[in-house]
């Protein structure tokens, strides 16, 4: 994803502390269900396959590799294959991912991630390093595991709403500046939605969330497009004591996998932290991924579905 206009990242990063997190959490009667270890190693597990770049055979083995993963968990799965023909005529063999967890329930939750890694490290400070592909443990990698580790608590334990967990391809291929072959895998679902008059209660991309020193700002295309529900995830942070994670400053719109939905009326929110300094460079690797980052993001993941509560009758 990039800036649309221009960004405004807010000032200074605060890194709250560990104790304080768990403070809240139990202030807030609320065990972790999310297993942050595992998430992490979700993160390396992926990276490993090498650059999940469509058209690569690691794109084709890690997409394998996670279908396997959330078919263990979900109650059914869909699985959109398709190929997708590039402004230059190349064409990519594209998978969207969707575990669903309550299929019959009409009152459901989204979730979704980009699993795809971009093709050239186009930001990298090396100019001989740009052609590389980029690793993607932040990009990509980070939201999945955040996915993987919901799917596994709902397994364990069944939502009281449906949830939808959906990983999309095709997210960083081409380039943001001219809209082209960018956003392939959101635009294809937003298409072909799973159920007809299909309206999530509310959804969240998670995106890059995993630095080491989380900021989330509230993104202008969410505050503009669903107000409500970053006002949701924003009060369950600060509920369960990230606060200082969740910030209340804005930043400028984010073109990534939300605007699509957002688009097709879906009320769904981008939470980004796009002040990675490794963003679109070859080092966006697993060392650069924080456990206790992907722990709070977590956490806050599966609040918001525990939260919902059965309508009034
Ligand atoms: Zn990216």
């Excluded at 991924?289 to 919902?308: K, M, N, P, Y």
Aim: hydrophobic residues 45%.
């Amino acid at each position: 994803m990039v800036f649309a206009w221009g960004a405004v990242l807010p000032a200074g990063a605060a890194c709250g502390d560990e104790r304080a997190d768990a403070a809240g959490r139990e202030a807030a009667g609320v065990a972790s269900e999310f297993d942050g270890a595992a998430a992490l190693e979700a993160v390396r597990a992926q990276v490993a396959f090498g650059p999940r770049v469509p058209g690569t055979e690691a794109h084709a083995r890690a997409a394998d590799w996670l279908e396997g993963e959330l078919r263990r968990r979900a109650d059914t799965m869909i699985v959109q294959r398709w190929t997708h023909t590039t402004a230059e005529g190349r064409t990519l063999p594209m998978r969207n991912l969707l575990a669903r967890f309550r299929p019959d329930e009409g009152r459901r939750v989204l979730y979704l991630a980009h699993w795809d890694s971009r093709p050239v490290a186009d930001s990298d400070p090396d100019p001989s390093k740009r052609g590389a592909p980029v690793p993607g443990a932040n990009d990509g990698g980070s939201g999945v595991a955040i996915l993987l580790g919901v799917a596994e608590a709902m397994a364990r334990r069944a939502p009281g709403v449906g949830v939808d967990l959906l990983l999309v391809d095709g997210e960083d291929y081409g380039d943001f500046e001219s809209d082209t072959d960018v956003l392939i895998g959101s635009r294809y679902f937003a298409e072909r939605l799973p159920d007809p008059g299909y309206a999530p209660l509310f959804g969240v991309l998670w995106d890059m969330v995993g630095d080491e020193e989380p900021v989330f700002s509230q993104e202008a295309y969410s505050v503009r497009g669903a107000p409500e529900v970053v006002q949701r995830v924003w009060s369950t942070a600060q509920r369960l004591g990230h606060g200082a994670v969740f910030s209340n400053s804005t930043v400028l719109g984010i073109t990534d996998d939300h605007v699509p939905l957002l688009a097709k009326g879906l009320r769904v929110i981008d939470v980004i932290d796009l002040d990675f300094p490794w963003h679109h460079t070859v080092a966006d690797t697993p060392d650069k991924v924080s456990q206790r980052t992907l722990q709070i993001v977590g956490d806050v993941a599966i609040a918001l579905i525990r939260e919902v509560t059965a309508p009034p009758r």
